[in-house]
């Protein structure tokens, strides 16, 4: 069986990665700051989209520690997958019902995908380059 060695994440993507995240989230963020909504409905949102960033994480570790064969427990796996659907289930609830135009709800959804996204993807860097670390101090 072939070993396969390691990559370091490219500056690019890793840049591409934190922009996507902080794009997502700021942007979502300044749009609740804006928003003619009830304080109710901004803490909503906002925990909507931290429990969202956290869940996509958690999903994300656990589905490559068992990659790399990891033991990750049936229940912690569920529960990362059933946290992220959580989320954006919330999400689509929460917009569906809002008195918002649709274009301010498509602004929520595509910042909200666009953060979930950058936070896999940072996740997936930092774990790739920490890897690629310890491979590189072992060899010394």
């Known amino acids: 069986m072939e070993t396969v060695k390691q990559q ?11 922009i996507a995240l902080l794009a997502g989230a700021v942007a979502f ?36 520690d068992q990659m790399e064969g990891i033991p990750v ?3 912690y796996y569920g529960l990362s997958w059933f946290s992220t659907i ?11 019902n809002a008195e918002l135009t649709r274009s301010e709800k ?3 959804a ?9 936070a ?8 790739d380059a920490k890897v690629f670390r310890r491979e590189e101090d072992n060899k010394q």
């Open 106 to 108: 498509g602004f929520y």
């Open 29 to 64: 963020n300044i749009g609740l700051w804006n928003a003619p909504m009830q304080l109710n409905e901004k803490g909503y949102y906002f925990t909507v989209l931290m429990f969202g960033l956290f869940a996509a994480v958690s999903v994300q570790k656990s589905v490559r």
């Open 120 to 127: 896999i993807a940072v996740q997936k860097n930092t774990r």
């Open 73 to 75: 427990t049936a229940i």
């Open 86 to 96: 959580l989320a954006v289930v919330l999400l689509t609830a929460g917009l569906w």
């Open 8 to 18: 370091q994440p490219s500056a690019a993507f890793v840049a591409a990665s934190w």
């Open 110 to 118: 595509m910042s909200f995908v666009l953060a979930l996204f950058g």
